[in-house]
Nanobody, 114 residues
Framework: VQLQASGGGWVQAGGYLRLSCAASGTIFRIDAMGWYRQPPGKQRELVALITSGDSTNYADPVKGRFTISRDNAKKTVYLQMNSLKPEDTAVYYC?????????WGQGTQVTVSS
């Protein structure tokens, strides 16, 4: 399974970005896909998750600002990030869970300036 993330970049506070992550390879079933982030000098943390049943889960700091969605036919998950804050600056990683196994993308940098 390979995950290709894109859409990161630099934006001013209050701006928006949309991340995409396309999955390819041997995929029989996607149990969940999600986004994690690792701010500078900190541990990786969950941002948002969407399950096969379309249930979503968001970290408290992004609730009301970020929206996760997916396109099953394209095996792609998206993260719409609005009202970005400097504290959202991090490397964002895409994650896929299949039969209990986790797969990670290469990460995409998001930088929000004040």
């Amino acid at each position: 399974v390979q995950l290709q993330a894109s859409g990161g970049g630099w934006v001013q506070a209050g701006g928006y970005l949309r991340l995409s992550c396309a999955a390819s390879g041997t995929i029989f079933r996607i149990d969940a896909m999600g986004w994690y982030r690792q701010p500078p000098g900190k541990q990786r943390e969950l941002v948002a998750l969407i399950t096969s049943g379309d249930s979503t889960n968001y970290a408290d700091p992004v609730k009301g600002r970020f929206t996760i969605s997916r396109d099953n036919a394209k095996k792609t998950v998206y993260l719409q990030m609005n009202s970005l804050k400097p504290e959202d600056t991090a490397v964002y990683y895409c994650n896929l869970v299949q039969f209990g196994n986790e797969y990670w993308g290469q990460g995409t940098q998001v930088t929000v300036s004040s």
